[in-house]
């Protein structure tokens, strides 16, 4: 076993980079989606403190997967038409400064906002190095709120579609690569 993405697929730091942070923002993006039309009121702000308290935990392992992925690269890829290969290529990495935009718009609304701290479950709280500004907070609310809807979910449609469309037509060893780490 390999730490080094290869010909082989995915390596285990990759495939567990993968699926634990994909896990955190499909409950990250649920929680917001939920939350986000609600009415302002002690529900609302519950939903909010479960997404801030998640992603302030998800941060740190958010940024280790973009770090990874552009040190790290992808393992070549399985054939295909030219053009699957190249939209492949640019959904993957649009998915990870999407991710990467959204770990960062997150924290610096929060820390300019009024409350000034990411609070994790009555655990601790992350003091913000910014302090408040309306001008930064509006910005990075309209960011992070357009990162997520539309971008986050055009591009988690795209992505799960391809998974799908390579398991049920192409059946090929694409999502194996993920599970396993198999070549295919």
């Not at 917001?32 to 998640?54: E, T």
């Not at 910005?139 to 449609?157: G, N, Q, Y």
Request: hydrophobic share 50%; glycine share 10%.
């Amino acid at each position: 076993m390999t730490d080094r993405n290869g010909p082989q697929g995915y390596a285990l730091v990759s495939r567990l980079n993968h699926w634990i942070v994909g896990g955190a923002v499909l409950a990250l993006f649920g929680i917001g989606l939920i939350f986000h039309d609600m009415p302002r009121g002690p529900d609302r702000a519950a939903l909010q403190a479960l997404h801030v308290s998640i992603g302030t935990l998800a941060a740190l392992p958010i940024l280790f997967r973009v770090f990874w992925r552009v040190r790290e690269g992808f393992p070549p890829p399985l054939p295909g038409p030219r053009w699957q290969l190249i939209a492949a290529k640019v959904v993957h990495w649009a998915l990870l400064l999407a991710i990467f935009g959204l770990a960062v718009t997150g924290p610096v609304g929060e820390w300019t906002g009024r409350e000034g701290a990411l609070h994790v479950f009555g655990w601790f709280s992350v003091p913000s190095p910014i302090g408040a500004s309306r001008d930064l907070h509006n910005a990075a609310e309209a960011i992070h709120a357009t990162l997520a809807r539309p971008v986050l979910l055009i591009l988690l449609v795209v992505h799960v579609g391809a998974v799908a469309k390579h398991l049920v037509i192409n059946r090929d060893r694409t999502l194996m690569r993920m599970i396993r780490g198999d070549r295919g």
